[in-house]
């Protein structure tokens, strides 16, 4: 028998991009460490107390980039309803985090819910299709033409280094003008917003991952000002960059 709903919490290895795609709606959650979600043509950075809803039978691609504690939990469809999108990053409040803890008390996919089992994972597929309508704004395009995923992936590498747009350009055989309509085309934005947008979700994956103080991660992103990093951070996701690491705990 196919039970409606199901939990579970696993401690992962750092792992290089691979695809996920389950018959299931599904509930991801980072509770340490963070990982990387494509999809669409959108790459997110998912930290504790953020979760990523994910329609039954969508792929995206997952990526672990040091060692993360994760909680998942699994809806059938005729549990819950069909997500209002294929894919959605969104913050969690406390009242869905405790849920969550509460719901992976139940890992066995076989088992027969008992009825406060049941009451917990509608509870938190009611909470959560709700939050996940307001979903995280911080996403950077991932490119469709290889010419723009190879731009994007040299850009995320020297983040640090403070590469020029003209490097990046000769990087990819491309001249500037050229490859800044293919940023205009497929991303809607320019690279300057592009970059702004990485360092932030390297700051947030930083953030998550280590103890380094916020000048240190504002430096490892490429900002030589603070105050200009916390004034990005802060434009992007609504909260200083300390402010942000606040929330990672429950």
């Not at 018959?23 to 504790?48: F, I, K, N, T």
């Not at 005729?78 to 409040?93: Q, T, W």
């Not at 027969?112 to 938190?124: I, Q």
């Not at 603070?226 to 705990?249: H, I, K, M, V």
């Amino acid at each position: 028998m196919r039970r409606e709903a199901f939990a579970f919490a696993r401690d992962l290895p750092a792992a290089p991009p691979s695809e996920l795609c389950v018959d299931r709606h599904y509930l991801l959650c980072a509770s340490q460490g963070a990982l990387r979600l494509e999809a669409h043509g959108q790459s997110w950075v998912l930290p504790p107390a953020r979760a990523a809803l994910i329609a039954a039978n969508e792929v995206i691609q997952v990526a672990i980039p040091q060692p993360v504690t994760t909680s998942s939990v699994l809806f059938d469809p005729g549990f819950a309803p069909e997500p209002s999108a294929p894919l959605s990053v969104f913050d969690l409040n406390p009242l869905a985090r405790a849920l969550v803890s509460e719901c992976v008390a139940w890992p066995d996919a076989e088992a027969p819910l008992p009825p406060y089992a049941h009451s917990m994972f509608a509870a938190l597929a009611a909470v959560t299709w709700r939050l996940a309508q307001h979903p995280n704004p911080v996403t950077v395009p991932a490119g469709q033409s290889p010419e723009l995923r190879r731009a994007l992936a040299v850009t995320s590498d020297r983040l640090a280094e403070g590469i020029g747009f003209e490097d990046v350009a000769y990087e990819v055989g491309l001249s500037p003008r050229s490859l800044a309509r293919r940023f205009e085309d497929e991303c809607g934005m320019t690279w300057r917003a592009v970059v702004r947008r990485m360092r932030v979700l390297r700051a947030i994956e930083k953030l998550a991952t280590s103890a380094d103080s916020v000048t240190t991660i504002a430096h490892a992103v490429g900002y030589t000002s603070l105050s200009a990093f916390n004034a990005t951070f802060r434009d992007l996701t609504g909260r200083t960059p300390t402010q942000y690491r606040a929330t990672f705990r429950p």
